[in-house]
């Protein structure tokens, strides 16, 4: 595939920015899509900024699925931010159309890419610095969960198929085990066996959406710290950004996915185990935060599964690593060789780690459930 670089010009001709564009750099630490920051200089004020994405082809097959989900979304958000008094303009996402009017632009390789004005005066945090900066994080995703719950989430398309479907990525796993296309499988058999032997916990949740226990609800599905525009002066979560795999879903793997990135101190591709482990106090203080912005959306049950929201996304995430890595790495963007192991076997030793404080995290639960 082409780089990103060589179609940077034509795409940026492509929106109508109004105003000069006078710089594109890279800009983020995202590992599936290739973004920009855009400055343009208006004649009568000052910079403005713009972030171009050219979306990744290998994670969306579907382009033109995924933008209308995220036009309708955002759109649908921008009516909730204005009644409920707020600024739509920093509080939600807006798709800058083409040229042509239409919600991306298609370059000449077949690549699609999008635009959408910077929201200034925000910071990401790669890391839950303080136990503030992870409640405020909770509390913005808690709050999409309240403005989305009455949106019919089963109009959405399913822009990567199957995406928390945890069984499908189970079968998927023990399949590219079988294949070993690369030889790697002898070097990871410890990290093999460990998701193997939770073969059973991949059907928790399935099973009690199967049963009508979980409802099906508009979920973000990639709730990562990073996910959240901080305002600079606040400290506050003011904007929930990536909406790639807005879909159908969970509830609860939007919590555990937040749990599995942010309750810990290490990076996702920490080497040294011993630093990574499930830090209670953060898992505590987001669990409250994320249930005062969700402001009684979430229904008896989904508060009671939090703690396998979180297992169980740290699980599959660890499970996606591994996958990529024994298929070579085609999926996750890698810095150097065997970074796909690493941030697996941090995964598995973040999901070993709930399973020892289990008792504790669903007494935090049950502390933290407010009243009816």
């Known amino acids: ?99 042509d009017g239409a919600a991306f632009y298609r370059d000449d390789a077949g690549c699609c890419w999008r635009v959408f004005p ?20 909770g509390r913005a995703f808690g709050k999409f969960q309240r403005l989305l719950r009455d949106y019919p989430a089963e109009t959405l398309h399913e822009t990567i198929p199957r995406f928390h479907d945890t069984e499908n990525r189970l079968a998927n796993f023990k399949k590219a085990v079988t294949a070993d296309v690369l030889g790697r499988a002898a070097g990871c058999r410890e990290e093999i066996e460990f998701i193997l032997a939770r073969e059973a916990d991949c059907s928790a949740a399935l099973q009690a959406q199967r049963e009508g226990t979980l409802p099906l609800r ?47 101190h290490c990076a996702e591709d920490e080497t040294d185990l011993s630093k990574v482990s499930l830090d209670l106090e953060l898992f505590a203080v987001y669990t409250a935060a994320f249930l005062e912005g969700a402001e009684g959306t979430l229904n ?33 963007h890698i810095q150097r060789p065997g970074q796909n192991l690493d941030r697996c076997r941090t995964q598995c030793k973040l999901v070993s780690d709930m399973e020892s404080n289990w008792d504790e995290l669903a007494a935090i639960v049950a502390k933290s459930r407010p009243s009816r």
């Open 300 to 332: 008896d049950a989904e508060i009671a599964y939090l703690p396998w929201g979180a297992k169980l996304m740290t699980l599959e995430c660890g499970m996606r690593f591994l996958t990529d890595h024994l298929e070579g790495d085609v999926y996750f």
């Open 1 to 99: 595939m082409p780089t990103a670089e060589q179609y940077l010009k034509e795409s940026l001709a492509a929106f109508d920015f109004g105003a000069p564009v006078v710089g594109a750099l890279r800009f983020g630490q995202g590992h599936i899509n290739d973004t920009f920051v855009v400055h343009t200089q208006p004649e009568d004020a000052s910079c403005r900024r713009f972030i171009l994405q050219r979306m990744s082809p290998a994670a969306f097959k579907h382009p033109d699925l995924l933008m209308e989900n995220i036009v309708n979304v955002t759109e649908y958000l921008e009516r909730m931010i204005t009644q409920s008094g707020g600024d739509p303009n920093r509080e939600a996402l807006r798709v800058l159309r083409t040229r």
């Open 218 to 264: 508009v979920t973000h599905n990639d709730t990562k710290l990073n996910n959240i525009l901080m305002d600079r002066n606040t400290g506050e979560g003011i904007c929930v950004i990536d909406l790639d795999t807005v879909m159908p879903g969970l509830s609860i793997n939007d919590f555990g996915d937040s749990i599995r990135f942010g309750a810990n």
């Open 118 to 137: 910077f929201v200034e005066e925000t910071i990401c945090y790669q890391s839950a610095e303080t136990p503030a900066l992870f409640a405020a994080s």
